[in-house]
Nanobody, 112 residues
Framework: EVQLVESGGGLVQPGGSLRLSCVAS????????MSWVRQAPGKGVEWVSF????????RYADSVKGRFAISRDNAKSTLYLQMNNLKSEDTAVYYC?????RGQGTQVTVSS
């Protein structure tokens, strides 16, 4: 059974940083394209970033380009999202996605 468990969210001030983690199980992680998506209050789901299985190819939404970095540790079946220079508009529940599944999400709140 595919399982994705996110962690690392929290409350941070504008300009701050957070690193999200997503531990995957139930499939061959190193072969899977993995993504981060987010959903802000009252809005639809927004794609944030993806990584190919080997991590060689990554892409970012324009809204986070230059501030967020996706990475993965295939030995640990873990996907990461380093978020720097956070803005209030980054407030959302962040989910990792892979193999057609989505985790339960982790809340990120950017506020002073």
């Amino acid at each position: 059974e595919v399982q994705l468990v996110e962690s690392g969210g929290g409350l941070v001030q504008p300009g701050g940083s957070l690193r999200l983690s997503c531990v995957a199980s139930g499939f061959t992680f190193r072969n899977a394209v993995m993504s981060w998506v987010r959903q802000a209050p009252g809005k639809g789901v927004e794609w944030v970033s993806f990584s190919t299985g080997d991590g060689a190819t990554t892409r970012y939404a324009d809204s986070v380009k230059g501030r967020f970095a996706i990475s993965r540790d295939n030995a640990k079946s873990t996907l990461y999202l380093q978020m720097n220079n956070l803005k209030s508009e980054d407030t959302a529940v962040y989910y990792c996605e892979g193999m057609g599944r989505r985790g339960q999400g982790t809340q990120v709140t950017v506020s002073s």
